[in-house]
């Protein structure tokens, strides 16, 4: 079985080999039939690679060990659901997984534009093959998946137990999806400039692929941050951790392009701007694959150093430099047709919030790699903390969200006062009656977060106001009830209201998180049964402790479970119970007759009670020094006896638990945070379906693009 | 003022505010940062009061009171160890081998660990070795 997995990696290296040669002699020469040659290998590409993706996931749902990867990534003892996401807990198996994901994009892809842009799909092909060829060549050559173990061992390592959570199994999927679908877009930039056909046709179908991938990625860094807030033990859920950071460049760069190419599509300006940003965004996709598994970043994802860095450093570099002669070389392309009228106007804003999106950008580059730049200016390695990215992110987040409400309701071309005062008084007094509103409940005192608040109140009051006077339009056009009027309207022009409501949702989330972290209250405290804490008006009650051995209450595969039982509540009226535990997962057969069923790794399970104004977060440390003396005992045991020996340290504790810390958290609006994701998913969803008059606007665009290169304006 | 002598200043202007800024950034960078030393640059020279990152793995035999840890520091190839007071949250993989990260301070003959700022980094995934104690 592993030899026919690595065999259809080697065939896949050799299709995309193909592939490349097919596509851009088809090119070239302008022969239809190599180019269709070349689109035929990345489909092939695909169906060797689910192979390949096949045999490995069998190998794990079968808890084959005679597969190296296997034997250190799973056990018998990992519950089924997370055996078969742990293929992509391994550097090889998650290669494995983003050569697949953009196997198959790729392929989607270029099915659906077989009969469009034939000047540049070849190109776009044979890069996205060369992107193929690059991971394939590392798990035939680097990182094999199907490495066989000499003797395959009865039992395996396991899955990491952080790992065992829901969000944790869909978090690299989607990450993934959004950096293979990104490189989409950059192969078709590098397809049009290599084909001098940058037109209108090329956007339109560009912008949907980065939209796509947009909406992908953004999706993985949500549950990543959902699942560091729920499972980790340290109640936050973002720590501007270098490999956080490095998921969030290419969203930040990609999200700017969607803005900006809206301005070429309609006055084609910025041209040069935005082949630059899909590029990039290429680029920093790549880099974000390469941050995760280097090493060269000191991360709590950090995996250690690993044999990969050279080729990664070297296929960027490369990337990078081809992307900057492309541009270089092709100016002439990509003179802009229309210059910028006044400041304000819509095309002002649109540039000046690509300008904060990829400030904001750079700011995260420059903190994610500062150890690195330190190193190489001073000698000495440094590194800069959340306080840093915190005081230069949050001005420039709040300048985007402000922008998010002017930009929809501001003219094009020249604002002048009259339209000025009839579109943004709405707006302005509802950000205005927010910030009155607050000030009677503390929140003047900080002034960003009521900015924060007042801003957010502006988008909602302009999109609204865009709502209200849609709906009342279509009314008189077409005397429609108003929830039909405003889903026909919706339907008309999805693009625009997807975009809308991706602001609010931008904006909800951002009200939770400046919510969250401004006003939180934390507190610490060391407890035994029956004594209460108070925390931020909360009364919380220790009732009792909890010990059971082999119930597995989480599916996670736990052997033991130490927790406790606590009682919230606000004014003597009851909130809720929580139930924080610690989960102990089975080491290996040195550490004792009881050591080895817990003193593998152990994991926190959050009690945490989400509510639509507050959330109150808890987790549970029980005392490790009496858990080790504890355990010390029991290794005296014979190893007969250790199942008992477990039974009766759990039951010790339930009983006469000794104090346990408890860090307990009362945070604000979190739940804002993944609403507002959920908005902006919503919204992303509108926005990338079809529309109705799809292939009409599809063949007027490319009649167009065509006229325009005949005038020699293309 | 004709429009293309108006593009030129506010070309010149949104140039020289980007400059300022990302100049004022990168300073800030540099003093705002903590240093990341290894055990042994660390006992090596150490100001009082001034904080760095250490970057090491967990010696065995550390304890833990209450809501403080004690614990060592040693280089990756095992020579010197740093005594480490830590009080604060500890990650859930914490323990003996494991490469973490925490922001100390000098204080004495030894070190006071920054409140929460200690970081374990994922325990090997994507290398061979199979797992250790």
Redesign the interface.
Known sequence: MPVLGRACLILALVACAYGIGASLYGARTGRREWADSGRRAVYALAGLLTVSFGVLELAFLRSDFSF?TVA??SSTTTPGFYKGAAVW???EGSLLLWAWLLAMWSSLVLFSTRRRMRDITPYATAMLLGFGAFFCGLLVFAASPFHVLASAPAEG?GL???LRHPSMMIHPPMLYSGYTLFTVPFAFAVGALAARRVDAEWIRSTRRFALAAWFFLGIGILLGARWSYSE???GGYWAWDPVENASLMPWLTGTAFLHSVMIQEKRGMLKVWNVSLVLATGVLAILGTFLV?S?IL???????A?TLGKPFVAFIALLAAGSIALVVSRRDLLRTEN??DS?LSREAMFLLNN?VLV?LC??VF??TF??LI?EAV?G??????P??FD??TVPLALMLVLLSGIGPVIAWRRATAANTRRNFLFPSACAALCAVALLPVHVAQKPLALCMFAFAAFVAGSIGQELVRGVRARRAMASESVPLAAVQLVRRNRRRWGGYTIHVGMAVLFVGVAASSTFQHTR?A?LVPRQTVRVDGYDVRYVKATGRVADDPDGTGAFMTLGAVLDVSKGGRHVATLRPARNYYP??P??GTVGQYI?G????EVGLKAGATRDFWVAV?P???WLMKVVAKGNDLPPSAGGLALAAIAQRYAERPP?A?F?LIASPLVTWIWLGGMIVAAGGLVALWPAPDLARRRVTASLRARVAQELGRA | MDPARKRTIRLTVALTAAVLLAGALIYTSFSASSPAKTPSQLMAGAEAGRSYQLTGKVAPGYVRRGNTLDFRVRDRSGRAAVPVRYTGTVPDPFRAGREVIVTVRKQGAGFVGERDSLVTKCPSKFTDSKRST
Do not use: C, E
């Not at chain 1, 000191?298 to 250690?304: E, N, P």
């Not at chain 1, 000495?380 to 903390?385: P, W, Y």
């Not at chain 1, 790794?601 to 926190?604: F, K, L, P, W, Y």
């Open positions: 190296a250190t990534h807990s391994s550097q390592n990491n137990p952080l980790l033990g340290w598994r090493g000191d991360s709590i994802h950090a995996f250690g690993s210059r910028l400041l300008l400030g750079f700011v420059w903190g500062f150890p330190s001073t000495q390695k440094a590194s800069v903390g306080p840093w005081r230069y610490d060391s080491g290996d040195s550490q003193m790794d152990a994991t926190s440390q005392d490790a020094g104090p810390d860090r």
